[in-house]
């Protein structure tokens, strides 16, 4: 499959409040020992033809990330990552 | 697609045989331009200009998946209104749930209310009302009613009529994926308990900003003439907008299902016509004025596909093709309008008369200033009664600008004409403890607070919406509930003067054999001619006068 | 009389609120069209509420491409007063006309409520009909408006009188809790270097007609831009 | 560092208003050649000690996913995803 993965995570310095509330919840699991939870989007490209790793990177700079706040990094899907 | 069509939620093989009075009863009314059988009932308010307005249920698809369900329930109702030739201006949401500290409440109902804000936020309506309630009884049951109120020009009014041999059946909006296939026949029809889990594949998700579209580029179809007729597509999908669009014209149609464009290219012809996909209008269109409306579409980006033809007349048959095989020839008329038609039997409950015995009067009451102080703060601070801002601040009130009142008030208003200033009231109530004890006088308790909310605005109530939310039809207990309800709502509103104008009937609502309260929703609409003169529910001023009025 | 122009992208939702404010405020309102690039004689622009393209992805950024935005931001460089109003900011600041980003409330929520505000800057195209440290009252309506930026951005927003309009708590209401979505420094609208670009997370449009809104304290925004621009071209 | 990454993906057959709206907009940047885009939420959660496999699929259950629609995997950072 010609799939180009691109993961976005808000910036280190940028407050995300959604991985927050759940790291808050976890201890109303019974799950401690976790020191922070950060939460972004993953976003999974299908190319017609070959995966284009080039393409995928100007289209996550252009509109898929805003620089002003988040990063990303762009990867073709592991076999790990099919590890459930 | 018998087996779909034929259920309780699409032919209301159940309700049919009581639903009648709200016509036989109904006081004459020239104002109505179109009632009940129709997507919505229409009401003309001024010589130009008609309001169409509806309540439906969205209960076991929002238990299954809070969010969602009720996201595509504000969708449905939006799109019921729309298919009348309406702007959609307004939204209400009367809900129930389960008790308030229950975890399973913690569950669904932040669920329920993201998804109609985020619904009903992304499609610039604003929410001007509704109900929170909480009882054990809807723990395993929620409610999720929604209501939506529109607006046309009076001679703008669309019919779904597949008329005129020749005329092109177009297919307007989302692509059609495997979701949402038997949600109507499997999750409406039939009582909810834990083997939710294999009906999962059920769930539909909304895409509100495609439903917006949807609306833009229908009012424009509308205001260029280039609609013959037009249905929205929801439980049952293809198979009930094609057959009823049919059946009300006595015309046939030949379908080549190879057309609809899919989500997923492996979906069979019978997922095909079951899918419950949102965001799709069905139209009928002259063939001379394809191109246009095909380029409206494309304006507003969405898909526009001509999937076939309506055929000849009387005995018109609905054939349709799937790789140049045929897979459906049936005269629609046997889907849409042949369904069975039940009388069931009905029982008065048991219990009846010992819930009647348990008098208030037998209660405690509260004898010193200290023991009414504290019922007075707990009724105050009792989930039911407290104030409901933490829900509807989630909602947009102010879209459209033309919000006159919405919560706290009893009746949201909304401006329709800047110049004039007209504008319509609309207030949903029910009260389901009430109905439990008594059907028939819980019925018209919900009209009578519906009726007064609208009247202290200073509207004129003028048509009735209803949603009746009961258990399962096939308890004899239960259908002589809904009979005694439904019997209750029509000579109220014989007596009022006021006519039922559309509404929605949800059956199965219970957890194993335990039905919910009955819970009959009543929405009335008021007109004002001039909204700056309605009341708001405030004290205005220093010194006024304070009246009680009534018994 | 003043043309101003009023954009509607697919999913604009604010577009009829923004179009009657500027005819209230006595101007003439100019619908302009996503996909066209052409701004027909306008001489100020206001990108309204709503949800352009869904915002699935992050608001405005998919608006930001749209063909009028190309015009929008040249004629910005020139000088054209241009508002931006909740969706309308989060567009200007992925269209990189203004500093820092829209991101998700605080609390998760989206939240609309009858917010106060206290206006910072009076030197903009939009907001000198106000007095400095006036206090109106207007709606908000958002889930993603939460204003982020990084220390030295704020710093110099702060110090070149950039920020516009703050959120305060109101008279006699409660010191906690007036910050509608954890908005760095309070911060509810700022402008560009020139004063003629202004994004501001509040709806002064749907405060314009004492029946529909909380105040009429949003009008000034509409007259001011008017009388801003008969002055300009006087 | 003791992180675990967990990727919370709709299910295929459930419709990804998100992903499409993406889809459509990348004509516009003039990128041809993708056939489809979807978009799901990458989780990073910190362990104070030893990435814990195990605790992380639990909060992926409980807490992260929503199984009526979607679907979950659990992995270690890879290295690869740190290519940018
Ligand atoms: N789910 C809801 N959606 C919108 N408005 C609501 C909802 N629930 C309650 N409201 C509004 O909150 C206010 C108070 O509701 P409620 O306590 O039911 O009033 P009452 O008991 O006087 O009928 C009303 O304006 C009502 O319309």
């Known amino acids: 499959m010609a799939r180009v993965v691109v993961d976005v995570m808000l910036k280190p310095e940028i407050l995300d409040p959604q991985g927050q509330a759940v790291a808050n919840a976890l201890p109303r699991l019974g799950v401690t020992g976790v020191s922070s939870v950060r939460i972004g989007k993953r976003i999974e490209i299908e190319f017609d033809g070959e995966p284009d790793l080039e393409q995928a990177r100007e289209i996550a700079d252009k509109l898929l990330a805003n620089p002003v706040i988040e990063d990303f990094t762009i990867h073709l899907p592991a076999p790990a990552e099919a590890d459930k | 697609m018998y087996s779909i069509m034929w259920s309780e939620h699409c032919s209301y093989k159940s309700s049919k045989v009581h639903l009648r009075q709200f016509q036989e009863k109904a006081p004459p009314s020239d104002r109505m331009l179109a009632g009940m059988g129709e997507n919505a009932g229409v009401i003309k308010i001024s010589d130009t200009i008609a309001v169409t307005f509806k309540v439906e249920s969205h209960n076991h698809p929002s238990f299954v998946e809070p969010h969602q369900g009720a996201a595509t329930g504000v969708g449905g109702i939006v799109r019921d209104i729309l298919a009348m030739g309406a702007r959609p201006v307004a939204v209400m949401d009367p809900l129930r749930f389960g008790a308030a500290d229950h975890p399973d409440t913690r569950r669904v109902l932040p669920g329920v209310v993201n998804g109609i804000g985020q619904y009903g936020n992304s499609l610039g309506l604003p929410n001007i009302g509704g109900e929170v309630v909480f009882d054990p009884c809807y723990q395993g049951n929620p409610l999720v009613n929604a209501l939506c109120v529109g607006v046309l020009p009076v001679d703008r009014l669309q019919k779904k009529e597949a008329t005129g041999a020749g005329n092109v059946v177009v297919l307007l909006g989302a692509k059609t994926g495997r979701d949402g296939i038997g949600g109507v026949s499997v999750l409406a029809s039939a009582t909810f308990d834990d083997e939710s889990e294999t009906r999962r594949p059920s769930v539909q998700v909304g895409d509100p900003f495609l439903e917006k579209l949807l609306i833009e580029s229908c009012l424009e179809l509308y205001d260029a003439g280039l609609v013959v007729g037009i249905q929205d597509l929801g439980g049952a999908g293809l198979t009930c907008a094609l057959t009823e669009t049919a059946a009300a014209a006595g015309t046939g149609m030949k379908i080549e299902l190879d057309r609809v464009p899919l989500r997923e290219p492996s979906m069979l012809p019978h997922e095909i016509l079951a899918s419950e996909s949102q965001e799709r209008m069905l139209l009928i269109v002259d063939p001379a004025r394809l191109d246009d409306v095909l380029a409206v579409a494309a304006k507003w980006g969405l898909l526009a596909t001509a999937l076939g033809e309506v055929t000849e007349g009387q005995g018109g048959r609905l054939e349709i093709s799937w790789r140049g095989r045929t897979v459906v020839d049936v005269p629609p008329g046997s889907l849409a309008d042949d369904g069975p038609v039940y009388a069931r039997p009905m029982r008065e409950p048991n219990d009846r008369f010992l819930l009647q015995a348990d008098r208030a009067e037998t209660l405690p009451r509260p004898r010193t200033g200290d023991e009414l102080r504290e019922t007075l703060l707990r009724l105050a601070a009792s989930p039911n009664l407290c104030d409901k801002t933490w829900v509807t601040e989630q909602y947009d009130r102010y879209v459209l600008g033309n919000t006159v009142l919405a919560q706290p008030e009893d009746a949201g208003i909304v401006r329709i004409d800047e110049e004039s200033g007209l504008g319509v009231a609309i207030s949903v109530d029910g009260n389901g403890r009430f109905t439990r004890l008594d059907p028939y006088h819980g019925a018209r308790l919900a009209l009578a607070e519906s009726y007064r909310n609208v009247a202290v605005t200073g509207a004129v109530p003028v048509a009735v919406t209803d949603c009746l939310n009961f258990g399962s039809p096939e308890d004899p207990a239960v259908m002589w509930q809904f009979a005694e309800a439904v019997r209750g709502l029509a000579d109220g509103c014989q007596e009022l003067g006021i006519p039922v104008t559309g509404g929605n009937v949800s059956f199965y609502n219970q957890t194993g054999a335990a039905p919910i309260h009955p819970t009959p929703i009543v929405g009335v609409l008021g007109v004002l001619d001039d909204v700056g003169y309605r009341t708001a529910m405030g004290f205005n001023a220093d010194g006024d006068v304070i009246l009680l009025l009534g018994e | ?234």
């Open chain 3, 1 to 234: 009389m003043t043309r101003v122009g009023v954009v509607t992208f697919p999913g604009s939702l604010d577009d009829g609120d923004a179009l009657r404010a500027v005819r209230v405020a006595g101007g003439e309102a100019v619908s302009l069209w996503h996909d066209d690039p052409a701004l027909h004689g306008v001489e100020a622009v206001i990108l309204p509420g709503g949800f352009s393209y869904g915002d699935y992805l992050r608001c405005g950024a998919i608006a930001r491409f749209a063909p009028v935005m190309d015009s929008i931001v040249k004629a910005a460089g020139d000088g054209m007063p241009v508002l931006g109003i909740c969706n309308g900011f989060q567009i200007l600041c992925e269209a990189h006309l203004l500093p820092g980003g829209l991101t998700r409330n605080q609390h998760l929520h989206f939240r609309n409520r009858d917010q106060w505000l206290r206006i910072e800057s009076v030197g903009t195209a939009w907001t000198g009909s106000y007095e400095a440290g006036q206090n109106i009252l207007v709606p908000v309506k958002s889930g993603e408006g939460c204003f982020v930026a990084d220390e030295q951005t704020l710093d110099l927003l702060e110090s070149t009188g950039r920020v516009v309009a703050r959120y305060v708590p109101g008279p006699g209401l409660s010191e906690e809790g007036y910050n509608p979505n954890g908005s760095l420094r309070d911060i509810a609208g700022i402008s560009n270097e020139a004063g003629n670009v202004v994004g501001l997370m509040p709806h002064p449009e749907h405060a314009t007609e004492a029946l529909t809104g909380p105040s009429v304290d949003g009008l000034g925004f509409f007259t001011h831009v008017l009388g801003h621009l008969g002055r300009v071209s006087a």
